[in-house]
T-cell receptor, first 111, second 114 residues
Framework: KNQVEQSPQSLIILEGKNCTLQCNYTVSPFSNLRWYKQDTGRGPVSLTIMTFSENTKSNGRYTATLDADTKQSSLHITASQLSDSASYICVVSGESYIPTFGRGTSLIVHP | DGGITQSPKYLFRKEGQNVTLSCEQNLNHDAMYWYRQDPGQGLRLIYYSQIVNDFQKGDIAEGYSVSREKKESFPLTVTSAQKNPTAFYLC?????????????FGSGTQLSVL
């Protein structure tokens, strides 16, 4: 069964600090992995997409990495801001066009 | 929210009542999806539609029904058969069915039971 596991479940950091969120998956065959940001009470918004051949991709202060061999991805947030407080969801797609969602990591950034 | 409009933002259902959640998109997307989100859980697929007048059940379709009479619209009805309907409902769309397609989400509807 395709699964996506995220850790930690929740994280609290101070404004300006860096943090890294983890995603492990068992989706096979693998097509791509996306990270979404979901603000409270809103729909998720795509941050990055990574395909099999990509190891690193950046979007501003967000940097995603992918290790397709170990089936792991990380999302690194640099110099966190209060607006980064949200849930970050890892979504993995295989040969089926129906993606598998992780449960998300809830990030709280304190001033 | 990428041109997808969900309404209402909040909805209350009485026991035994059917309620309908609206989802409209102006992105000219072929595929549309309904997801349910419960606290601490990942999004679960209720129904999806690849083209007009066609739709398929997702993982948790029981107690729900949909229609796709127009490309722009994909309403979800929560029937009285759904015994635990309280959740946050998200509608999404994508350009076409394909694993590289990004999902665009609406702002969601919070459904609660009175």
């Amino acid at each position: 069964k395709n699964q996506v596991e995220q850790s930690p479940q929740s994280l609290i950091i101070l404004e300006g600090k860096n943090c890294t969120l983890q995603c492990n998956y068992t989706v096979s065959p693998f097509s791509n992995l996306r990270w979404y940001k979901q603000d409270t009470g809103r729909g998720p918004v795509s941050l990055t997409i990574m395909t099999f051949s990509e190891n690193t991709k950046s979007n501003g202060r967000y940097t995603a990495t992918l290790d397709a061999d170990t089936k792991q991805s990380s999302l690194h947030i640099t110099a966190s801001q209060l607006s980064d407080s949200a849930s970050y969801i890892c979504v993995v797609s295989g040969e089926s066009y129906i993606p598998t969602f992780g449960r998300g990591t809830s990030l709280i950034v304190h001033p | 929210d990428g041109g997808i409009t969900q309404s209402p933002k909040y909805l209350f259902r009485k026991e035994g009542q059917n309620v309908t959640l609206s989802c409209e998109q102006n992105l000219n997307h072929d595929a549309m999806y309904w997801y349910r989100q419960d606290p601490g859980q990942g999004l679960r697929l209720i129904y999806y539609s690849q083209i007009v007048n066609d739709f398929q059940k997702g993982d948790i379709a029981e107690g729900y029904s949909v229609s796709r009479e127009k490309k722009e619209s994909f309403p979800l009805t929560v029937t009285s058969a759904q015994k635990n309907p309280t959740a946050f409902y998200l509608c999404a769309s994508s350009g076409r069915t394909g694993s590289n397609e990004k999902l665009f989400f609406g702002s969601g509807t919070q459904l609660s039971v009175l």
